[in-house]
């Protein structure tokens, strides 16, 4: 046989890998949507508007928190281990040194705030506890849990990183249905010691699988510090970006349209699960491409880019079709969802424009340029979208939205761009 038909072969072969590994890692994550989707529908209907506005209000606040635990270490672990194995056991002790004290600082100072603006119960020594361990459920142990996420992938185990995305949906939608439909729970203060006993659960059995990995080496990796330092600032003003809207919301609207925007937005973050399926598919595989050099990845984000778009079109159209269907699923009191459903789903298509080109940024290791256009979205995106909602709610939260997610994609590509251009200056040969 010929060198050029036995290439073709190959390629043959790698597509027919690539495509079944995505399959079964978009398998996972739709089932992990599915199941957080069911979680969130038992939750609306058992707790009703008001408490359901006050636990999804409690949850944009520690998915902001979240993302300052760990200081970004743990995409260092990912990227450097994708690269060279033997790093991971020192990159493994680098994220736990980092991630349990800022965990322990992060916890203790929303136990010391939010207690004032957040009343899950009436006593106030409850209402501290409460708020404590719905803390530490929702910022140290989820971030255990994605970290065993992340260290899978690093190794290229993609079963067992979408098995522990599903054991986690799975577990936290057996705590919903146990503990509304067969105990009864119908407030956040109830279910508080639900969702801490599925976190560990799950944390402590990620922890186990892990296992044959290795021990974790205890040093700090200085050269990541800084690296890590440029990915969870951006991360951070992202989230704070993504969950502006909701809080602002619960200041200037009412309880039904933030539960019934709240679970849009879910509905949203569900469907672009599928576009993560395939950024967490080919992340390592373009740090390894790009170790040299951004354009030596050139051809393989094009083909990303053109896949990550077909994935967003579907992934909107079938929410957009679909959406009549939630209110028999959430509830009739939620008036607004279908609405606000219809509208918002479409974002998810600028939303895939900008993240091909940051993820091939991130994974080149030109964390700098990734971070100038998620800190620089993030915090003109925040301004403007709380401005939005402060005076027109909640169409103006809408507007606001889809301006900021297109202004996103236009900067991020013309970063991306320009950074090829100083790879190859760099780097004149191509391969």
């Known amino acids: ?47 009703g508007v008001d408490q359901f506005s006050l636990f999804v209000t409690l949850m944009a606040v520690a998915n902001i928190a979240v993302h300052l635990c760990g200081l970004g270490a743990m995409e260092s672990l990912l990227r450097r281990t994708a690269q060279d194995p033997s790093m991971y056991p020192k990159l493994l002790g680098h994220n736990i040194l980092l991630t349990l004290p800022s965990a322990f600082a992060i916890i203790f100072v929303g136990s010391l705030v939010l207690p004032h603006y ?11 506890f409460l708020i404590t361990l719905m803390m530490t459920t929702n910022i140290l142990l989820v971030r255990v849990i994605v970290l065993v996420e992340q260290i899978f992938i690093a190794h290229e185990k993609f079963a067992g990183a979408n098995a522990t ?26 279910f508080i010691f639900w969702q801490f006993a599925a976190h560990v659960i799950v944390a402590l059995g990620a922890i186990y699988a892990i296992r044959p990995y290795g021990r974790p080496v205890f040093s700090i990796v200085p050269e990541e510090v800084r690296q890590g330092l440029y990915f969870s600032i951006p991360f951070i003003l992202r989230a704070t970006r993504q969950n502006v809207d909701v809080m602002v919301l619960n200041i200037v609207s009412t309880a039904e349209i933030v539960a019934s925007y709240s679970v849009a937005r879910r509905i949203v973050e569900s469907s672009y699960l599928s576009i993560d399926a395939l950024n967490r598919l080919v992340y390592p595989g373009t740090a390894k491409v790009a170790v040299n050099g ?24 079938v929410v957009f079709l679909l959406a009549p269907l939630l209110p028999v699923i959430f509830g009739e009191g939620y008036t607004s969802l279908v609405d606000f459903t219809r ?34 979205g993030s915090i003109f995106g925040a301004i403007f979208i709380a401005l939005g909602t402060w005076f027109y709610p909640p169409t103006g939260t809408i507007v606001a939205y889809y301006n900021v997610e297109i202004l996103t994609a236009l900067v991020a590509w013309g970063i991306y761009f320009y950074v090829m251009k100083l790879s190859r200056t760099r780097s004149p040969e191509v391969s």
């Open 165 to 190: 995305v599903l054991s986690f949906a799975i577990v936290r939608t057996i705590a919903a249905v146990t503990a509304c439909i067969v105990f009864g729970v119908t407030t956040v203060a109830s």
């Open 118 to 128: 957040f009343k899950v119960s009436d006593d106030p020594i409850a209402n501290f």
């Open 343 to 376: 509208v918002l789903c479409w974002v998810i298509i600028p939303m895939a424009v900008w993240v091909v080109a940051i993820e091939a940024l991130g994974a080149s290791g030109n964390q700098k340029y990734r971070a100038w256009i998620l800190g620089g």
């Open 1 to 47: 046989m010929s060198i050029a038909p036995m290439k073709m072969r190959f390629q043959q072969l790698a597509s027919f890998k690539m495509a079944k590994t995505y399959v079964a890692s978009g398998g996972s994550l739709v089932l992990s949507a599915a199941a957080q989707l069911l979680t969130f529908a038992i939750l609306a209907r058992w707790f």
């Open 294 to 317: 951004l354009h030596y990845a050139w051809g393989r984000v094009q083909k990303v880019f053109w896949i990550t778009i077909t994935i967003a079109f579907s992934a909107a159209l």
